[in-house]
């Protein structure tokens, strides 16, 4: 069963080899007549710092030192959304190059967020009316192969869309 395409999702970590992911969905979106939404996600490190602590020492323990740390946590994301823009920015100048490269226009907008990856994923493929998601899927060490696997398990558990998923070797 074909599927037409208009709106493609493309989800970046920012790594060396986003590069190559993003020229799968601009081709994808050349070949579908499709546009291209870039999405990067900073992940809130205090939420799933939270749910490992919880899992570990409870709910009681964990609002304890919650208290305790609650400024210097507040301090560590206030830092995280300056980079925002600057993320956003180089996101732009790769999807002008992509669009300059072609006839049509290939880049819909560039979107940067802060929060939980997967639901983060998975709200604006809904909020934008995205048809595909495509997604980047690195072979590195053991601790990247669990963070990078739980997300995009947790994009294919969730997600009732085709995700289009391009294996890396870096």
């Known amino acids: ?14 790594s060396q080899s986003s590069k190559e992911v993003f020229d799968y969905a601009a081709s994808l979106a050349v070949k579908s007549n499709a546009t291209v939404l870039i999405l990067h996600v900073i992940e809130d490190e205090e939420s799933r710092t939270k749910d490992l602590i919880v899992d570990m020492i409870g709910n ?3 609002r304890k030192i919650q ?3 609650e400024t210097y946590a507040r301090t560590i994301l206030l ?4 980079q925002v823009p600057i993320i956003k920015e180089a996101l732009e100048k790769l999807g002008q190059t992509a669009s300059s490269d072609n006839d049509q226009e290939l880049v819909e907008g560039v979107i940067v967020r802060m929060g939980r990856i997967v639901e983060e ?4 493929s809904e909020e934008e009316d995205c048809d595909v998601i495509v997604m980047g899927h690195h072979q590195r060490s053991m601790l990247s ?3 990078v696997g739980r997300t995009i ?3 294919l558990t969730k997600c009732k869309k085709p995700v289009f998923l ?5």
């Open 145 to 147: 192969k669990s963070r």
């Open 60 to 62: 009681e323990a964990f």
């Open 1 to 14: 069963m074909a599927h037409d395409f208009k709106k493609i999702l493309f989800t970046t970590d920012l």
């Open 153 to 155: 398990r947790g994009v």
């Open 121 to 124: 994923i998975l709200q604006i």
């Open 67 to 69: 208290q305790e740390n």
């Open 166 to 170: 391009v294996p890396l070797d870096t």
């Open 79 to 82: 830092g995280k959304q300056t």
